[in-house]
């Protein structure tokens, strides 16, 4: 699903730059749940940036789904995001101003679906969720764990191939960050690539495979045993 | 652009931001009011100076004798003169350009004594011969019976038109048409009466006035062929004042006086007067619309402003769109459409209330009669709609700055802010 080769990244810093990224290979198959750690300044956050195609690279190929993400135009970037891919935040980064089924629906919208059909399948996902009553609820009104689901939700509504979740569970309490992951495990065994980046190893040992990362390098990529 | 999902995405963002909102519109709103109310009144000034000047045909003029002041022909300088009956003839030949002519006698109250009467009620008035084509050089409002006609002319009839206050004066309620007044000792059959088109002093001097037929005139009073003046009008595609030139030259051949004899006649030309009034009003509307489209940029600039605060307000939204896959160009469409919306409703309530005023101030003020300088105070659809249209274009480059800055935004960085 994901294939990287020798992926280089490196920032500028007035007249230096900083190498964050020092060549990444890594492969994660069709229906894996993957975590990456590091502590931060590994280069963790740029490379979930860059699978998230938020964020160029400079060297190296990048492939998903067997297509090559180079250098694409921002208007390329945000269609092959929309169809391809779901994000969850750690600041679950919700629309302050529209409800649960709207911020959900959101996504479809920049797909043209229509408004009666975007509202139905919105409140379809929030039920998966167990978010069907909180519809209505602005993001204000919710929980920390309620707000991470819609936003799990807003992520699945496009039926993305893969889901990126920025440390889905650092503003949450133990309790509400197993129920997070378990929802993702479950959404995981429906078929999504699910890969998550974290500095919790009781969230990562919920993982498949553990990718560790170190000033830039992958030090170690572990089988997780349950 | 037009599908009614975008609309509601705009309308939502709108509409939850309300005081960001409402301060944003009100820059809009105020300057296309000032905008408004201003040119109304520019045109009120504008109509009430023109009444003024009451329906006066633009091309016509107005030429008298006065003394000559070259000695000419054998003839001393110092010499006066009358123009007559058969001058008229020769200017109708001689002149082309010519839309009307007419010869003009008047006859006042001398020494303040009363000169017209009916039964034991007199009064002082002005008395005038003319021929009824006066009427297209300086208008006037019939009320009942008739103007002097062409049949009154050729049989030198004795009748009569009599302006309101003559009306008034002489019969009182009563009506006039067919009674006899008495001018001068002569009486003249009343055939009708009517009311100036001017206001303010204007209108007054024209209610005292009554109108009998020239050639009547001349020999009712013992005028013989004499012209007091004449009042000509020239065709709409000639310039009057070379209309008033060759009636003058026809007029110094004709009387002996010298060609280059500039204090021999003395004439009033409208079209000149109308060109300095024409030029201070342009000057005016001119002035109204700097002031105003100054106002009313300084409304679009703070809308510009207030978005690109929007804009840092959004970034985290914006970044949060583009992240779940909004392209460049739909965040800048909805940035732009929102400054335009905007701008066009704000601009929108701002001329309809200006509108509003300006009639209701028109309404106050009343029809034309008023004797103020300010009449009818409105602007027309056209202007409404031009700056309707300016508004909604700056509605678009007040949006643009902001939406340019709003996709220079990464996504990374927007959602970094927190």
Known sequence: MIKLENIHKSYPMGKTSLHVLKGIDLHIKDGEMVSIMGSSGSGKSTLLNILGMLDNYDEGTYHLDQTLIKDLSETKAAQYRNKFLGFVFQSFNLISFKNAMENVALPLYYQKVKRSERNKLAIEYLDKVGLKPWAEHMPNELSGGQKQRVAIARALITQPKVLLADEPTGALDSTTSYEVMKLLRSINEEGITVIIVTHENDIAERTDRIIRLKDGRIIAKEKVDV | ?418
């Not at chain 2, 001097?205 to 004499?226: E, M, S, V």
């Open chain 2, 1 to 418: 652009m037009f599908d009614g999902d975008r609309w509601n995405e705009i309308f939502s963002s709108l509409a939850k931001n309300k005081l960001r909102t409402f301060l944003t519109a009100f820059g809009v709103f105020w300057g296309i009011f000032m905008l408004i109310i201003m040119l109304g009144s520019g045109n009120g000034l504008e109509n009430g100076i023109t009444k003024n000047f009451g329906g006066l045909a633009t091309n016509s003029m107005f030429i008298w004798t006065q003394q000559t002041s070259i000695p000419y022909a054998g003839l001393p300088k110092g010499r006066r003169f009358s123009i007559v009956n058969e001058d008229i003839g020769a200017i109708k030949r001689e002149v082309s350009q010519l839309e009307v002519l007419a010869p003009r006698n008047q006859l006042r109250g001398y020494g303040g004594g009363n000169n017209v009467s009916y039964n034991n009620k007199s009064g002082n008035f002005s008395v005038y011969g003319d021929y009824p084509e006066i009427l297209t050089i300086s208008p006037l409002n019939i009320t009942s019976g008739r103007f002097i006609n062409q049949l009154d002319l050729e049989e030198e009839r004795k009748t009569v038109v009599i302006g309101r206050n003559v009306k008034e004066v002489l019969f009182g309620d009563s009506n006039p048409i067919n009674e006899n007044v008495k001018i001068n000792g002569v009486y003249f059959k009343v055939v009708g009466v009517f009311e100036s088109t001017k206001s303010g002093e204007r209108a007054d001097r024209d209610a005292q006035t009554l109108f009998i037929p020239f050639t009547t005139f001349q020999k009712a009073f013992n005028y013989g062929n004499r012209v007091g003046w004449i009042a000509a009008n020239a065709v709409a595609s000639a310039s009057a004042a070379k209309v008033e030139k060759d009636i003058t030259a026809v007029l110094k051949r004709r009387h002996k006086v010298a060609p280059n004899d500039d204090r021999a006649f003395g004439a009033f030309n409208a079209s000149v007067r109308f060109q300095e009034m024409q030029g201070l009003f342009n000057a005016i509307s001119m002035l109204i619309w700097v002031v105003g489209i100054g106002t009313l940029a300084a409304g679009i600039i703070g809308v510009s402003n207030i978005m690109l605060i929007i804009v840092k307000e959004r970034t985290k939204e914006i970044g949060i769109r583009r992240a779940i896959g909004a392209t460049p160009v739909s965040i800048v469409v909805q940035i732009m459409m929102e400054a335009i919306v905007l701008t066009s409703l704000a601009g929108y309530f701002g001329l309809l209330l200006g509108v509003g005023v300006t009639e209701l101030i028109a309404n106050a003020l009343g029809p034309a009669e008023g004797r103020t300088m300010f009449t009818n105070p409105t602007i027309d659809l056209r202007i409404a709609l031009t700056a309707l249209a300016i508004l909604v274009f700056s509605g678009a480059i007040a949006g643009l700055i902001p939406a340019r800055k709003a996709i220079k935004i990464k996504p990374i960085e927007a959602l970094r802010t927190e």
